[in-house]
């Protein structure tokens, strides 16, 4: 079974073909495969199968390193576009690629890096029903620990942002604070707060610099996951809440023009640009790591897991 594993901004993916794959990916193959000292360590698992559309290069599917399947990331996208540039699915610079989330379209800009089309954000969605339609709320949440582990009085005052994939932003005061949070205590009760059927990533947010471009820092907490060094759509997610709030030089809702926020993240930078109509190009690089085959051991045991 051949494998190339990837990162983008610590992000790592193993990035698999279907055609190469003995068998099928189940959660607790995938969980096995992304283990730590049993596996071959990684943040998710990126599969990669021939079109059911001509019109796209590739379908795409994205599995946490929990077995569960994530409708979309942007750190696993750009892997995934610039794995099938450089494998030779594609010569196009600009072409098409389909996820559960739908059709993404990356334009390549260079060796490793791309800019890419993730489609139109929402401040609704069926992953926050109970929802107003601009998606801002006040969450009441019990950190993991009790009521005084870094609890916050009131509860968060929170963003929904649905980018392919559920994004509950939240700002804080600078960056300070942003340090200070305890993400292991407050981000899975938000992460699996009853409001969210379907779970939601969390990100927490504190600008920078006003801009243009402007510039903000996220910690980011993705289901399945943890906290994880950077994640494309948590940026998208604590981007697009930046630029809805407002600020003084800028009335609150959807920019009036494409407008350009550079998301902090402890793993590097990413950009991303937001339209009038809320639609999202995110732009950053993915590299490499290395490619390999798993012993036959190694796969006789996945092929006997459930």
């Excluded at 099928?24 to 096995?32: A, K, S």
């Excluded at 992304?34 to 059911?52: E, K």
């Excluded at 089309?117 to 709320?137: E, T, V």
């Excluded at 907490?221 to 930046?242: P, Y």
Aim: charged fraction near 25%.
């Amino acid at each position: 079974m051949r494998f190339e594993k990837w990162q983008a901004l610590g992000n790592d993916y193993l990035i698999v073909e279907r055609d190469d794959l003995p068998f099928e990916l189940t959660p607790t193959r995938v969980r096995r495969l992304c283990a730590a000292h049993f596996g071959v360590f990684a943040d998710g698992v990126l599969l990669l199968s021939p079109p059911s559309d001509p019109e796209h290069v590739a379908d795409l599917r994205i599995f946490n390193p929990d077995g569960s399947e994530a409708e979309l990331s942007g750190n696993g996208a750009r892997e995934a576009i610039l794995y099938l540039r450089r494998r030779g699915w594609t010569e196009l610079d600009s072409f098409s690629i389909h996820t559960a989330a739908g059709t993404i379209t990356p334009q390549i800009t260079g060796q490793f890096t791309c800019r890419v089309d993730m489609g139109r954000a929402s401040l609704a969605s069926k992953d926050f029903p109970s929802g107003p339609p601009d998606g801002a709320a006040e969450l009441r949440v019990v950190p993991a620990g009790g009521e005084g582990a870094a609890a916050t009085p009131g509860g968060w005052s929170i963003q929904h942002v649905s980018i392919g994939n559920p994004q509950c932003a939240i700002r804080v005061q600078d960056a300070a604070a942003l340090d200070a949070l305890d993400l292991d205590a407050i981000g899975p009760p938000l992460e699996g707060h009853p409001e969210f059927p379907n779970r939601t990533n969390v990100s927490w947010y504190a600008e920078l610099e006003p801009g243009p471009p402007a510039r903000i820092r996220a910690r980011i907490f993705e289901r399945g996951v943890g906290e994880t060094l950077s994640s494309g759509t948590g940026a998208t997610g604590a981007a697009v809440a930046h630029l809805v709030a407002g600020s003084a030089d800028r009335p609150p809702g959807p920019p009036a023009e494409p407008t350009r926020v550079v998301v902090v993240l402890e793993g590097g930078e990413l950009e991303v640009e937001v339209d009038s109509e809320l639609r999202v190009h995110l732009s950053g690089w993915a590299l490499p790591v290395f490619a390999g085959r798993l012993s036959e051991q190694f796969v006789d045991e996945l092929r006997e897991s459930a």
